[in-house]
Structure formats: structure tokens, C-alpha cells
């Protein structure tokens, strides 16, 4: 996040900036955290990126949540037919609670959207959040991008084999951690009450909360449990090669 003098901070994360820019050809965009006061301060900061409303100088943004592995390209949604905003579902939430998921957002950039989203956050109550935001404006308005193969939560590794029904959509198919992981395109770390991949994690809570194996037909199979630490040990791999950060 960049909130001030870029060329003159020579702190760490300045440092990681500069090197996004000159090494990975990212532009940076100098922005103001948006803070508000709320119930969960765990989210007290998270309007801020629902200012990517106002990047008007694009025709189309996608954004991703930054506690996420990007696993495949994901192009193909700049070629959707236009539309404000399209999200994927909150699908650990469907039936009971439908509700349009943030950690996703493809949208075209206006003026007009952007006034709305500062209204939304002004109207908001203190135990609302970003995703009550754009719930409220394009719930029923925005495109549904299908959760498969855009968004999965990394806890979907965790459950029972006998309960991913809200992320198959269907209780006809039968799930298949290898092909599931394999078909995804981002994985969205969310292993409550387990931390952020980056904070450590205690050997007895890794123990813990990882996912069990699972005997089927007399055989042990660890699929979940191989697939879900590969993602958190990528995740860590990346962070020391790109960043210089150890857990």
C-alpha cells in the first residue's frame, strides 16, 4: 500500500514496492487507507479496497484479496460481456445466506459506481463491512461468476469427505480433492482459528486443524491433508523467494 513518498521511504515494504515495479512491471498506485471504526477491528481497514472503484483510467479491473494463491491465469474474465461488477457467491454461505463473495471483483470503473460504493460506506453500520457493501448494492443487480473454478476456500480441504456439497453445488457429484484443486484457479486462505499464512503457526496447531486423513475402502488417503499443506508451504516458498519474509 502506498500512502506517501515512495522514491524517500526506505523501509521494507517500500523496498518490496520498488521492487514489484522494476522487476515484475506492477504499476502502483499511491491511495489513502480508508478506516473506519467497527465491531471487528480485524476489518476495520478493509474499505480501502473497494477505492478500486474510482481507477477509472481502466475499462476493467479484477480484484483479488491478497491472503489468496493465484493457482491459474484467470484472462478470460476481462472477455465477459460488460457488466458493473461480477462476483462469485459466497457458496459456504448458500442456501441460507446468499451473498456475493469480495475476494473477487471484476468491474468497470466509473464515477457514477464510485459515488455509490462512498454512499454505501458512509450508510454503513458498525458491524458492516466490505462485503455488505457491495452485497447491498449488486446482489441483485451484479453478474454471478461461478465459485467453480473462481474462488475456493482453503478449508474446503478440511471438511469431511461427506460435506462439500455448498462447494460442488451438487450432492451427485463426488469430490475428488485432486481434481478439485486442479480445476481451481484461486485459493483463498480462510483455515479460522488458524492465522494469515504469513503469522506463525504453533506445531501443535498445525497438528491440530490440518485436515485428517480418511480410510476408504481399507485404504488411508491423505489427498487433503498433502494438497492443503502444499498450499500453505507454496505460499511460504513464494513469500521468502520474492519478499525475503520467513514465517
Known sequence: MITGDLESDDSHNARLLKKARTQYNVHLEPTQVQHKEVLNTYYEDSFTKLLVFNQTRYQRVLHLDSDATVAQLMDELFLLPPCPVAMPRAYWLYPEDPKLASPVILLQPTAVEFDRILAEIERAGNDDYDMEVVNTLYKDQGMVLPHRPYLMLTAEFRHDPDDHRKYLGTDRETW???????????????????????????????????????????????????????????????RKHVCGFTV
Not at 503469522?199 to 480418511?214: L, N, V
Not at 499443506?229 to 516458498?237: C, P, S, V, W
Open 176 to 238: 475428488d480433492p485432486v481434481a478439485a484443486f486442479n480445476e481451481v484457479k484461486y485459493i483463498h486462505f480462510s483455515d479460522a482459528p488458524l492465522p494469515k499464512p504469513w503469522h506463525h503457526i504453533s506445531d501443535e496447531s498445525h497438528q491440530e486443524w490440518q485436515p485428517k486423513c480418511h480410510v476408504h475402502d481399507g485404504v488411508e488417503r491423505c489427498s487433503e491433508r498433502d494438497i492443503w499443506n502444499g498450499i500453505y508451504t507454496d505460499f511460504r516458498n513464494r
